[in-house]
Each structure stands twice: as C-alpha cells, then as structure tokens.
C-alpha cells in the first residue's frame, strides 16, 4: 500500500490554458473521489467513480472541467481555459467502498495539486 | 440547511495543555463523522470516525472524539499536546443516505501549539 499520488504537485499556468491533473489511488480501492481546497477553506466536493463510472459531479464542476477514470485505475481532471477563481489545491481521495453493509468510508487522500492560474 | 460548523478558526494551546476542538453539524439522521489532520505540505490524514456504537473514540497520535447526539457535535480532544500536533483540523461528514459517502467538510480549526 503505497497510498494516494497525485501528479504534478505544484503548476502554474496562465489564464486561458488547459491543464491535467492525475491521481493514483490506493490499488484495490474502488472508488475514487476529487475535492477543491481554496485557501482558508475546507475541501469541497467536485466528482466521484465507482470503479470507471463517474456516477456525481457537483455544480462546483463546470462544464471547463472534465475528469476521467479509464480502466477503473487513475483518474484525471483536466481543466479547460482556466481562470484565476480556479487557483485552489485540488485533492484526490480513495476508498474501498462495497455497497454493502460492511463497505468501509475511510478516504484516503493524496498531497494534492496545487494550482496558481495567472 | 445541511451544514458542518467549526466555531473556533484558530486556536493556541501551550504544549502539554489539553486540546478540545468543537464541530457542530446538522443533518436530519446522524452522518458518519471523521476528523482529519492537514499538515503543511501534507494531505489529509484521518485521525478517527465514527460510525456507529461507543461514542468516545479513540484515534491516532492519542486524539479521541465524542460524538453527542443531544448536541449534534464532534468533538476531538488530546489530554496532551505536543509541538508535533500544531497544524489545521478538519471535521467532515458523510450523509448515511448518500450512497456516495461523499464528504462534507468544515471550515477547519488552525491549532497553534507554544513551546
């Protein structure tokens, strides 16, 4: 178990950019969740999988916001034509959740990616 | 409205004091309950749950939390604390009916320990 890695840690980009995100999660963790962390803020929710379907995303997630979780492994976020207001850090979770009665909910979370848009 | 409250945006305690950080929630069923730590640099790490059952928990790094229904609180303690324990905590929910046990998280605590 070599818990939750995101790639990059840091970028900068200039408005208007696009950027990707990736996260690795905890191996036989089947769901996988991304939150938004603005400074002084708690992390708020943006998408979740099971598995490879993506089964809520947030309003927080506009449409320039897109994330993937091909295969049931990795997920990314890319975000399109970035924004200052989207400068934040960006968190992946994992966790292994069964949909029974004897799932766990414990999240694991990685360092996150913390992104400056200028 | 569904809500997560951590009343206290800063707190200092010398070290070797003890420590009690509130959370508030407010949800129509009892949610799950967690307390997580974010170190600078770091992610977050979780310090306790509580799901169901005895509701003083004990965590990780002698943290435990009391979940008190009449209350609708959450409150982490350490009887002890340590210059090591100076970072931002975090009280989070998971609406049971929700069955993406997505989190809902306060606003966090900032604990600053002096030597």
């Known amino acids: 178990d070599t818990g939750v890695s995101q790639n990059p840690r840091h970028k900068i980009t200039k408005r208007g950019q696009n950027v990707t995100f990736r996260c690795d999660p905890i191996?036989?963790?089947?769901?996988l969740y991304w939150y938004r962390q603005t400074l002084g803020q708690g992390p708020e929710f943006l998408t979740y999988?099971?598995?490879?379907?993506?089964?809520?995303k947030s309003r927080l997630l506009s449409d320039r916001f897109s994330a993937e979780r091909p295969k049931g492994s990795f997920s990314t976020l890319e975000i399109q034509r970035t924004e200052q207001g989207d400068s934040a850090m960006y968190l992946c979770a994992s966790s292994l959740g069964t949909g029974l009665a004897g799932g766990t909910y414990e999240q694991y979370f990685g360092p996150g990616t913390r992104l400056t848009v200028t | 409205a569904q809500s997560v409250t951590q009343p206290d945006i800063h707190i200092t305690v010398s070290e070797g004091a003890s420590l009690e950080l509130r959370c508030n929630y407010s949800?129509?069923?009892?949610?799950?309950l967690f307390w997580y730590v974010q170190s600078p640099g770091q992610g977050l790490q979780l310090l306790l749950k509580y799901f169901s059952g005895d509701t003083l928990v004990q965590g990780i790094k002698g943290f435990e939390a009391e979940f008190k229904r009449s209350q609708s609180s959450f409150n982490l303690r350490k009887p002890s604390v340590h210059w090591s324990d100076a970072a931002e905590y975090f009280c989070a929910v998971a609406p049971r009916m929700d069955s993406s046990y997505k989190l809902i998280f306060g606003s966090g605590t900032r604990l600053l320990v002096r030597p």
């Open positions: 191996s036989e963790h089947n769901r």
């Open positions: 949800y129509g069923a009892t949610p799950y």
């Open positions: 999988f099971q598995n490879e379907a993506q089964l809520e």
